[in-house]
């Protein structure tokens, strides 16, 4: 049945569509990590959307499990087949060009396979702003980006991959093509099916093309890092930046004061930031699209105000581009800092912004009575909500501590997120990786919904089988 399924799939869509050898197929069995490894029949790459649809219609008529890959940059398994050798694995990384930017409706449609570096080049190009932007812009594809509601740096302001989709064009795996590409901004006919593929990590359909929303280019910008003593001084000072600052607000990170010392530790050229030490920091970014010294001013008075208020213990705020990149740099050097140090329990959580400082106090508690002496490192997107909670080997302890203890760690951490109303994947997805605790937390009958879709959309379970449920 196999060759006969092959057989059909080279003659529909041609040889140099369909790589069978396993030399070719090799390097698309692992995930980027190379943590998980899989196997497959077969990887397609289509060049259009009708190749798309025909090589889904072929494998649901033959029963044959479809693996999406778009970058191969998710951290959760998502890409990557499981060790059944009958996967076929879709790749859209010849589906890659902008099909259309419009600098009037501010909106642009692309391929789903383009590269997110490149559709954020070719809409600076255009005096326009694609917000979207994370350290794997350059790998990450915008299909993969969608299937997996990718959030970034800037989300404070402009909110997740979600908020920046206007349309989708996916293929079922029925071969029928779900042409919902419009660029309007008002809708209101119904249910907003393009909802549906976004963050479906591949379960549903394959994203073809998308349709986003551009923003006006942000050309200034003013950055501060505040010392506070408390994750809820931190808080104070974003209710307090948010009003002075509004829309301006691009960036509240923060991380601890052993985050700070991970990195000035483990990374060359950095300098510790205030003549003393503090328990945590915040860094504030203002951007905007002009007006340099108005947005420093307004930086400079709301932290002002922000020391008389008590809100902040000591401030360092950037009068050079130079200072600008040296503040950021303790903070983007934290994951570089761990991981010099040695495989470090990483947990991906976000929480109502209110409740995490009741969070740290109940987390940090709990842990010190199961592992009294491990480093927990704590930094995040402060802003909303978004924490990296990450647990490290006690002083002295081999590596083999982080084995030991994961699922442990991780199922301490994720029932404290629970109790505090958080979500065990802020940015991530579930994939492969995080299945175990899906199960555990999410609402039963939100997974019985779930699978209903599931099932409507994809009745004989070939998309992604074994990712998310
Ligand atoms: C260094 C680094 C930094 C990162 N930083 C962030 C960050 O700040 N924020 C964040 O959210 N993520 C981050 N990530 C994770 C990752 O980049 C995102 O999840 C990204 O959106 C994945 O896109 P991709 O194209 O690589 O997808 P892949 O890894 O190829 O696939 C991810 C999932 O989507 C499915 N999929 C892919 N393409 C399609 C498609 N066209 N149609 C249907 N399903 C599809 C796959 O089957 C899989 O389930 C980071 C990763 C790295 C390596």
Redesign the pocket.
């Known amino acids: 049945m196999t060759s006969d399924f092959l057989k059909q799939l080279r003659d529909t869509l041609g040889t140099d569509i369909v790589e069978t050898d396993a030399d070719g197929i090799a390097p698309w069995l692992t ?3 190379g943590v998980y490894k899989g196997n497959a029949q077969a990887v397609v790459r289509p060049r259009t959307t009708g190749q798309v649809a025909a090589c889904l219609r072929l494998c649901n008529q033959y029963g044959v499990p479809v ?10 398994g ?2 990557t087949p499981d060790a059944s050798a009958a996967n076929v694995i879709l790749s ?1 990384d010849r589906l890659n060009q902008v099909r259309s930017l419009d600098t009037v409706a501010n909106t642009m449609v692309a391929d ?2 383009c590269i ?1 570096g490149n559709l954020r080049r070719a809409a600076s190009e255009a005096d326009r702003l694609l917000p979207l932007s ?4 350059d ?15 800037n989300v404070l302001r402009y909110g ?2 979600r908020e920046l989709v206007l349309g989708i064009e ?1 293929v079922l795996p029925s071969g029928e093509i779900y042409d919902g590409l419009q660029t309007l901004r008002k809708d209101n006919t119904g249910y907003d099916l393009k909802q549906l ?1 976004i963050g ?4 549903l ?4 093309g998308v349709a986003l929303r551009l923003q006006a280019p942000t050309r200034v910008r003013a950055v501060v890092l505040a010392a506070v003593d408390s994750p809820d001084q931190a808080l104070q000072l974003l209710r307090l930046v948010f009003g002075a600052c509004g829309p301006r607000l691009q960036a509240f990170e923060f991380f601890t004061d052993q985050c700070l010392d991970l990195v000035l530790s483990q990374v060359d050229g950095l300098h510790a930031p205030f003549p003393t030490r503090h328990p945590a920091y915040v860094l504030v970014e203002l951007a905007d699209t002009a007006g340099e010294e108005a947005l420093q001013a307004m930086l400079e008075e709301v932290i002002g105000q922000a020391l008389e208020q008590e809100l902040c213990m000591d401030a360092a705020l950037s009068a050079t581009l130079a200072q600008l990149h040296s503040l950021w740099r303790l903070r983007e050097e934290i ?1 570089e800092a761990q991981k010099a140090d040695g495989p470090h329990l990483k947990h991906d959580i976000s929480l109502p912004i209110e409740r995490i400082p009741e969070f740290m106090q109940s987390a940090e508690a709990r842990l010190r009575t199961v592992a009294g002496d491990a480093r927990l490192y704590i930094f995040g997107h402060f802003g909303d909500g978004n924490l990296h909670y990450n647990v490290s080997r006690p002083l002295g302890a081999d590596r083999g501590w982080a084995h030991e203890w994961e699922e442990r760690i991780a199922d301490l951490v994720f029932e404290e997120v629970a109790r505090y109303g958080g979500s065990i994947s802020a ?3 579930i ?1 492969q990786l995080k299945r175990r605790a899906f199960h555990q937390h999410k609402d039963p009958m939100q997974i019985r919904l779930m699978r209903d879709i599931k099932r409507l959309f994809d009745p004989n379970g070939i998309m ?1 089988p074994g ?2 449920l």
């Open positions: 995930d980027w990590r693996v999406p890959r778009g970058g191969n940059t998710g951290l959760c998502g890409a859209l789903a396979g997110l994370l350290a794997a812009e790998s990450s594809q915008i299909g993969g980006n969608i299937a997996t509601n990718a959030g970034g740096v997740m991959a996916a593929f479906s990590e591949g379960t359909g394959i994203i073809t994951s940015e991530h997805g994939g992604n990712k998310l």
